[in-house]
Structures are given as structure tokens and as C-alpha cells.
């Protein structure tokens, strides 16, 4: 599937969540839960996603073409549902990092940063 920069413009800039959801799926195929925990120890717990609103937005992400499930299961009796990133959804979040970067260099031209501590 070809993706338009149009249809970039459509998903950018991403939410947080979003953003973190991709990151991890860059890593590995994970279920719904595991995206959860996965997320959580990525930022450190700053995002903690619930339950309810993760496969809102699983489906979202899904309908906008930056996941997709899995047709792998861990085994024959796995019920679960795994999700990867797919190729637009990479190009995606290569672009919202970059975004960020610049950010952050706008934000370090203010000096915004001197007491952020990281």
C-alpha cells in the first residue's frame, strides 16, 4: 500500500500514546496487554495506557494503516491477538521523531531546557 504525504499530514503530529504504541511494536509483535506494560516501561510510567481505551486505540491505529495484527501466535493454543508495526506506520513514527527533535532544538534555542535535569 502506498502512502501518500497527504495521508501523512492526516496522522501527524501523533499522541503521545500513539507514538510510544509504535515504538514498542517496533521491537516486537506484542497483544494488547503486553503493548500496555511494554509502553509503561518505555516511558518510565509517564504513559500508562487503560485497558479500556488500548484497543480503541488498537483499532484506530489499525484503521489508519500503522499496525496491523499479526497472523503469528506464540503457540497453537494462544488466543490472543499480536499487532506489529507496518511499513507506513514506521515511515510515520520516523517522521513524528524527527518532529520531536526539532522540538526539542526549539525548545534548547529558549532555553527552556537548563533545568530539565536530563
Do not use: C, N, W
Amino acid at each position: 500500500m502506498t502512502h501518500s504525504s497527504d495521508r501523512m499530514t492526516e496522522v501527524l503530529p501523533l499522541k503521545p500514546a500513539d507514538f510510544h504504541i509504535l515504538m514498542v511494536l517496533l521491537e516486537e509483535d506484542l497483544h494488547g496487554y503486553g503493548i500496555m506494560q511494554a509502553v509503561a516501561a518505555e516511558s518510565d510510567s509517564q504513559v500508562q495506557l487503560e485497558v479500556g481505551s488500548m484497543y480503541r486505540l488498537i483499532a484506530r491505529l489499525t484503521d489508519e494503516g500503522l499496525i496491523a495484527e499479526s497472523k503469528r501466535r506464540r503457540d497453537a493454543g494462544d488466543r490472543r491477538r499480536y499487532y506489529h508495526i507496518t511499513p507506513f506506520g514506521k515511515q510515520v513514527a520516523a517522521l513524528e521523531a524527527r518532529r520531536l527533535v526539532d522540538v526539542v532544538r526549539t525548545a534548547r534555542t529558549h532555553d527552556l531546557l537548563r533545568d530539565a535535569g536530563r
